[in-house]
């Protein structure tokens, strides 16, 4: 297998694959999109909202916001050994704010060193002069085929004269190349499961 890098910039990255078949490069794009672990917000403790906002709705807002983080330094929450999360798997978020105001995910404190929301000035709401959110919140590291939240990246490809070119876009706070490495450590790890699988059913 060979990857050779022909375009790289922002949030996207071109590449051409050779010498693999069309199921390997097939399961390669599905992975970078549905099974490279990201960070999204999850859970959401209200103590205060009066920004005109439902609970729901400023809950699907904040699970959207995209996260950089160091990806060597989490769990996916589902394959944690952990009973009920744990700082491998969970990251802890806090949103106090007094209107009045754009909110936005700047806003959000996050003790964790590693984590900071990648587009910064993305909106939560706005709060007018008496306005107040107070919240708490819980991220989880998941993965896009559980949600969309946790969706790494836009991904399609081509095939021409023995080579598949592929374009991936990040929609997470995940750098294209990182989702491109992440993704075959994935289907590695999952072949080492099938190959281990098959050895105690044999
Ligand atoms: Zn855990």
């Given amino acids: 297998m060979e990857i050779d890098i022909t375009e790289e910039s922002g949030d996207t990255i071109e590449f051409e694959l050779e010498g693999v078949s069309a ?45 950089e983080f160091d990806p060597d330094n989490y769990d996916i929450h589902e394959e944690c050994d952990c009973d009920d999360g744990c700082p491998e798997c969970e990251v802890q978020m806090a949103l106090q704010k007094e209107g009045p105001g754009t909110i936005t995910a700047s806003d959000i404190s996050v003790p964790s060193e590693d984590v900071e929301p990648a587009k910064p000035e993305t909106k939560v709401a706005d709060l007018k002069e008496d306005g107040e959110l107070d919240l708490e919140m819980t991220a989880y590291i998941g993965i896009g085929q559980e949600h969309a939240k946790w969706q790494a990246a836009n991904t399609s490809y081509s095939y021409e004269d023995g080579t598949f070119h592929f374009k991936v876009e990040s929609v997470s706070g995940l750098d294209p190349r990182t989702i491109v490495s992440k993704a075959v450590e994935r289907l590695e790890e999952d072949l080492e499961g099938f190959e281990e699988s098959l050895e105690e059913n044999l």
């Fill in 23 to 67: 199921g390997f490069a097939n399961s390669l794009r599905r992975t970078m999109v549905g099974n490279v672990p990201t960070l999204a917000i999850e859970e959401i403790r209200v103590t205060r909202n009066n920004s005109g906002l439902f609970d729901e709705i400023l809950a699907h807002r904040l699970g959207m916001i995209p996260w």
